[in-house]
C-alpha cells in the first residue's frame, strides 16, 4: 500500500488484529483484499493542527474528501483526535498519528511512490476526474 506518496508492505502487520473498538475488527478478509496495493492517503489523515502547524489552531478542523470512490472501506479509516470516528479509542488521543502511527508505520517502509510521467499526464488532462 501507499500513503502520501511513499511504499509499505503491512502484509505482516495487518494479520493481526489491531484494533482497540469492540466489535471492529481490523483485518477481514474482504477489506483487507479490497485495499491491498491502493493508495491509503485518505484513510490516514495527519490532523490539521499537526500537517499546517501555524496555520490551523481549531483540533476540530478537518478536510472532507471529496472524491468518496477514494473511501470504498470506512472502517479501514484512520481519523485521530477530536474527530476520531470512535470513542473510546486509541485513535482518539491528540497524539495518536505521531506516537502510534508514524512509528509503527515507518517500520514497513519500502520505498517512494513513482509514477510514470504519462500517468502524470493523463489524469491532469483528464476532465472526468474531480479536483
Same mark, same amino acid.
Given at each position: 500500500?501507499?500513503? %502520501?506518496?511513499? #511504499?509499505?508492505?503491512? &502484509? ?6 489491531? $484494533?482497540? /473498538?469492540? @466489535? ?37 478542523? %478537518?478536510?472532507? #474528501?471529496?472524491?468518496? &470512490? ?6 479501514? $479509516?484512520? /481519523?485521530? @483526535? ?50
Amino acid at each position: 500500500m501507499s500513503i %502520501q506518496g511513499r #511504499v509499505f508492505d503491512v &502484509s505482516n502487520f495487518v494479520k493481526g488484529d489491531h $484494533s482497540d /473498538v469492540t @466489535g471492529q475488527p481490523s483485518n477481514s478478509a474482504p477489506v483487507l483484499d479490497g485495499l491491498a496495493g491502493t493508495d491509503m492517503t485518505y484513510y490516514f489523515p495527519p490532523p490539521l493542527q499537526l500537517a499546517c502547524a501555524g496555520l490551523v489552531s481549531d483540533p476540530r478542523m %478537518q478536510i472532507t #474528501v471529496k472524491n468518496t &470512490s477514494q473511501m470504498l472501506y470506512p472502517t479501514a $479509516s484512520h /481519523v485521530s @483526535g477530536v474527530n476520531a470516528q470512535y470513542n473510546p479509542s486509541a485513535l482518539d488521543n491528540e497524539d495518536w498519528y505521531t506516537a502510534n502511527f508514524r512509528p509503527t508505520i515507518d517500520q514497513y517502509y519500502k520505498g517512494p511512490l513513482v509514477w510514470e510521467p504519462s500517468e502524470i499526464y493523463s489524469q491532469a488532462n483528464d476532465t472526468n476526474i474531480q479536483r
